[in-house]
T-cell receptor, first 115, second 114 residues
């Protein structure tokens, strides 16, 4: 069965620090990869996605992620975090050929950015 | 336009009670998904509709869970004889179809079973 692992459950950073959140998935076939974010009191919303092409994907608010197929990884990065990036971040995958298109989520990483 | 809406936002049920959770997807969205999110966990897939057809219900944890989307728009997730382990946030998402397209999530219904 497909699964997604997020290595860090809680991350605390100071403003302007660099961020990298790990995500690994288990599925040998074609996959689509997503990072969703949930700001306090808000809905889950899409940060970025990868489905083909350039493995370095840029999303909203200065976030980017790199798909490394050989490592089954899709780590999220931001060079300089802001206090407003405080949120919970979820990595998700669906199998590109799975007709149900369901998302398999990791357990999430809570990021706290200190001013 | 309006996003995905869910009602009620909060529901407290006594063990054994039946509950019904509603989802209004974004107008025109073909695909609709239900997920269950337990405390401290990521969302877990429950079921998927394409228009009115329920194409995947592999994630429903037991036969007490039932979902429908009779007219291909609004969907209802029903839980019969609720148990304490059913306490979670139930999320609804919709998209225009296709695995590469963003799923838009609603605010969720927080169910607490006492």
């Amino acid at each position: 069965a497909q699964s997604v692992s997020q290595h860090n459950h809680h991350v605390i950073l100071s403003e302007a620090a660099s961020l990298e959140l790990g995500c690994n998935y288990s599925y040998g076939g074609t996959v689509n990869l997503f990072w969703y974010v949930q700001y306090p009191g808000q809905h889950l919303q899409l940060l970025l996605k990868y489905f083909s092409g350039d493995p370095l994907v840029k999303g909203i608010k200065g976030f980017e992620a790199e798909f490394i197929k050989s490592k089954f990884s899709f780590n999220l990065r931001k060079p300089s975090v802001q206090w407003s990036d405080t949120a919970e971040y979820f990595c998700a995958v669906n199998a590109g050929r799975d007709s149900s298109y369901k998302l398999i989520f990791g357990s999430g990483t809570r990021l706290l950015v200190r001013p | 336009g309006a996003g995905v809406s869910q009602s009620p936002r909060y529901k407290v049920a006594k063990r054994g009670q039946d509950v019904a959770l509603r989802c209004d997807p974004i107008s025109g969205h073909v695909s609709l998904f239900w997920y269950q999110q337990a405390l401290g966990q990521g969302p877990e897939f429950l079921t998927y509709f394409q228009n009115e057809a329920q194409l995947d219900k592999s994630g429903l944890p037991s036969d007490r869970f039932f979902a429908e989307r009779p007219e291909g728009s609004v969907s209802t997730l029903k839980i019969q004889r609720t148990q304490q382990e059913d306490s979670a946030v139930y999320l609804c998402a919709s998209n225009i179809g296709g695995s590469i397209n963003e799923q838009f999530f609603g605010p969720g219904t927080r169910l607490t079973v006492l």
